[in-house]
């Protein structure tokens, strides 16, 4: 049975760091690339960031410069490093694979996690 795994959510103060763990089983996620995707109460689901199978990284204008993804193949797991956080981040975050050379546009994603809350607030 294939399952992503979000962890690493909770509660932050503004302008602190959070990192976000996926984790995949059933399946090993070197061939995929790894989107993180997150939904505001109210709001539609965005896209993150992406990253490919080659490394190479994505980012949405509001969280770039502030936000890393990264992957370690051997322990099947995409990480999301969140930096200077704003209140406007608060979300459910997911991850989501695909097998689509683009930048993980919603469209393209195969399997979701069930997600991890972020919740930035003083």
């Known amino acids: 049975q294939v399952q992503l795994v979000e962890s690493g959510g909770g509660l932050v103060q503004p302008g602190g760091s959070l990192r976000l763990s996926c984790v995949a089983s059933?399946?090993?996620?070197?061939?995929?690339?790894i989107g993180w995707f997150r939904q505001a109460p109210g709001k539609e689901r965005e896209r993150v960031s992406c990253?490919?199978?080659?490394?190479?990284?994505y980012y949405e204008d509001s969280v770039k410069g502030r936000f890393t993804t990264s992957r370690d193949n051997a322990k099947n797991t995409v990480y999301l490093q969140m930096n200077s956080l704003k209140p406007e981040d608060t979300a459910v975050y997911y991850c989501?694979?695909?097998?689509?050379?683009?930048?993980?546009?919603?469209?393209?994603?195969?399997?979701w996690g069930k997600g991890t809350l972020v919740t930035v607030s003083s």
């Open positions: 989501a694979t695909s097998r689509g050379l683009g930048p993980c546009l919603q469209s393209d994603m195969n399997s």
């Open positions: 990253i490919g199978i080659s490394g190479n990284t």
């Open positions: 059933g399946f090993t996620l070197d061939r995929y690339a």
